[in-house]
C-alpha cells in the first residue's frame, strides 16, 4: 500500500509567521486531500488537490503528483492554526485514504 | 446543508462488552467510512460502505463490524471489546464512492473500554 510521510512531525510558530508542510507518499495517487484537525478532534477539510495548486485565503496547495509530493502553506498564521495537519492520498479502485502521520503545529501569541 | 452527524459523543464501556456507533451522512451522499484514531497511533482506515455493501475494510479484526441502512447512514459495531478498542471513531461520507470526491468528517465518537 501507499507510504506516507509528513514533515516536520512538530512545528511551533509565532503569530504571523509563515510556514509549509510537505507531504511525501510512495506510489502514484488519483486523489488527495489535507485537513485541519482542532484541538475537539475535528477533521475539517482543507483541500482536495490530487494535482495542481489552489488557494483559499491564508492557505494554498501544490500537489506534484509526478514527483509524489504534495506541499500545504500557511500564512500569516493565527492561533487558531493550531492543530495537527494530515495529508491523506488516496488510489484507484478499492479504494481507501492512508492518512499520514500529520504535522501538529502550535501557533504563539 | 447539515454536516456528517455521529453518536454519541461519547461512549464508556466495560471489556467483553459490544459497543454500536452510528453516522449520518450529509444528504446526497451515498458512500460512508468508519476510521478509528487511537491515541498516538494515528487515523486507520476501518471500513467503507457504499449502496448498503461493504466495498473495502481496513487491517482490523471481524469483530469490527457494521452495515449501511437504505437511507446511506451508518452503523459501526464493535464485538467482544478490548482495551486497546479505546480510541476516537470518525465517519465521513463523501457524494461519490471510491474515493474520487472530498470526504466530510464527522465529530466523532470517543470510546473508552474499562
Known amino acids: 500500500g501507499i507510504q506516507v510521510e509528513q514533515s516536520p512531525p512538530d512545528l511551533i510558530l509565532q503569530e504571523g509567521a509563515n510556514s509549509t508542510l510537505r507531504c511525501n507518499f510512495s506510489?502514484?495517487?488519483?486523489?488527495l486531500q489535507w485537513f485541519h484537525q482542532n484541538p475537539w478532534g475535528q477533521l475539517i477539510n482543507l483541500f482536495y488537490?490530487?494535482?495542481g495548486t489552489k488557494q483559499n485565503g491564508r492557505l494554498s496547495a501544490t500537489t506534484v503528483a509526478t514527483e509524489r509530493y504534495s506541499l500545504l502553506y500557511i500564512s500569516s498564521s493565527q492561533t487558531t492554526d493550531s492543530g495537527v495537519y494530515f495529508c491523506?492520498?488516496?488510489?484507484?479502485?478499492?479504494?481507501?485514504?492512508?492518512f499520514g502521520t500529520g504535522t501538529r503545529l502550535k501557533v504563539l501569541a | 446543508e447539515a454536516g456528517v452527524t455521529q453518536s454519541p459523543t461519547h461512549l464508556i464501556k466495560t471489556r467483553g462488552q459490544q459497543a454500536t456507533l452510528r453516522c449520518s451522512p450529509i444528504s446526497g451522499h451515498t458512500s460512508v467510512y468508519w476510521y478509528q484514531q487511537a491515541l498516538g497511533l494515528g487515523l486507520q482506515f476501518l471500513l467503507w460502505?457504499?449502496?448498503?455493501?461493504?466495498?473495502n475494510r481496513g487491517n482490523f479484526p471481524p469483530r469490527f463490524s457494521g452495515r449501511q441502512f437504505p437511507n446511506y447512514s451508518s452503523e459501526l459495531n464493535v464485538n467482544a471489546l478490548e482495551l486497546e478498542d479505546s480510541a476516537l471513531y470518525l465517519c465521513a461520507s463523501s457524494r461519490t464512492s471510491g474515493g474520487a470526491d472530498t470526504q466530510y468528517f464527522g465529530p466523532g465518537t470517543r470510546l473508552t473500554v474499562l
Open positions: 488537490i490530487p494535482s
Open positions: 491523506a492520498p488516496g488510489g484507484s479502485g478499492t479504494y481507501k485514504y492512508i
Open positions: 460502505y457504499d449502496e448498503g455493501e461493504e466495498r
Open positions: 506510489d502514484s495517487v488519483n486523489n
